[in-house]
Nanobody
């Protein structure tokens, strides 16, 4: 079992920045990729970004490339999502997820993840 707790969400004006954190626990020494997903009101959950265990590989959906950056600190069992130049369309509930069992080629898909956090609200005002 892996428990995930997100933090760092909030209300920000367009053009501003936020940094989300996702603290993982429950699987000491486990090596797994991590991802961020988001769900806007009335829309399906979508992939945002992912990072391999080593941090050597990162993935982004096109709409956030150049604005968002995913990173991780394995010593702290924490993954971060730095979000810059935020836009109103970035408003959503952001959830982190852990890929413990899923094959690496599913890292950008929801079905590739085994554990999910509760989510944190990000609201970007215009």
């Amino acid at each position: 079992q892996v428990q995930l707790v997100e933090s760092g969400g909030g209300l920000v004006q367009a053009g501003g920045s936020l940094r989300l954190s996702c603290a993982a626990s429950g699987r000491p020494g486990g090596r797994y990729a991590m991802g961020w997903f988001r769900q806007a009101p009335g829309k399906e959950r979508e992939f945002v970004a992912a990072i391999s265990w080593s941090g050597g590989s990162t993935y982004y959906t096109d709409s956030v490339k150049g604005r968002f950056s995913i990173s991780r600190d394995n010593a702290k069992n924490t993954v971060y999502l730095q979000m810059n130049s935020l836009k109103p369309e970035d408003t959503a509930v952001y959830s982190c997820a852990a890929q413990v069992y899923g094959p690496p080629d599913t890292i950008t898909t929801m079905r590739g993840y085994d554990y999910w956090g509760q989510g944190t609200q990000v609201t970007v005002s215009s």
